[in-house]
């Protein structure tokens, strides 16, 4: 029964994984990847933001929190995994903008797939990390989906336009049905994580990353508020498609993987709602007519001032 649960919990990894990147290729255009990335230094601050400020932290946190090794490799694989597939969502969510967010959520998805390979051999000494399997997976359940959404988009709009939905419902559902089972195959575990310190270092480095990306957003409010949440939330399927390859035989590792993506999801989308509830009092500020002081003689006078009249 373990083995059958645990090759479901496969099944679900790769459907969330490929049907996410397919999804997201269905929805997009080459030029919307594209446009948002001209503005180099956004973007270096983005790739310092996901790629050296929150792994670091992550490797610092494995250091200073006392954690087994399980979830040393956990926290480190989760604080490295950047370009989330719904930060579009949550851009939308925080009225950011989501332009940004499309061009961000791929650039770091792709920067993710070159970028894991050569740094968790670094970050977990020790640990063998096979750095060629690990390219080849996110290449093949990652990038290879996405490229087909792109080409069906490009060639068939009508077609891509009528699966992107259905799709992406399947996305969610495999992502729902992931984590339920894998907390519930490992519900005594999660429960562990309580007191390891575990839920901790996951909330430290979630706002840590939160805060990094909004100081290093640029000056425009929309653009700091996407990069908060695009390096706050961390690529799950990433993260999933790494573990099952290279540490299915340390669960706890998953076990890990499945809480933090929890706690991600409960902290970003309050932190969006937010963000769009101060964006849309702001617009409604700034759109509210400027009310014409009426002079104390008039009022006294009886007169009707002349812009009234």
Known sequence: MAAFLNALSNVFTLAFVVTSMLSMGLALTIPQIIEPLRNARLVILALVANFIVVPAVAFLLSRIIPLDKDLQIGLILFGTAAGAPFLPKLAQIAKGNVAFAVGLMTLLMVATVIYL?????????????????????????????????????????EAAASLVHPITQIS???????????????????????????????????????????????????????????????????????????????????????????????????????????????????????????????????QIPAESA
Request: overall charge positive.
């Open 172 to 302: 969610n559902v495999s992502l729902v049905l992931l984590l339920v089972l894998m907390l519930g195959l490992n519900l005594g575990n999660v429960l562990g994580l309580l007191s390891t310190g575990a839920v901790l270092a996951i909330l430290i480095l979630l706002l840590v990353a939160a805060v990094s990306g909004y100081l290093l957003g640029g000056p425009g409010v929309d653009t700091q508020r996407v990069l908060a949440l695009g390096t706050g939330q961390r690529n799950l399927a990433a993260t999933f498609v790494i573990a099952t390859g290279n540490f299915g035989s340390r669960p706890n590792v998953l076990v890990f993987l499945a809480a933090a993506g929890l706690v991600g999801m409960v902290l970003m989308m309050p932190l969006a709602a937010e963000f769009g509830r101060r964006a849309k009092a702001a617009q409604v500020s700034a759109s509210a007519p400027a009310e014409t002081p009426t002079k104390p003689t008039d009022v006294m006078s009886g």
């Open 117 to 157: 390979p050569i740094v968790l051999p670094l970050l977990l000494p020790g640990v063998s990390v096979n750095a060629g399997q690990i390219a080849l997976s996110l290449v093949l359940k990652m990038l290879l989906p996405l490229g087909i959404g792109l080409f069906v988009k490009a060639r068939y709009e």
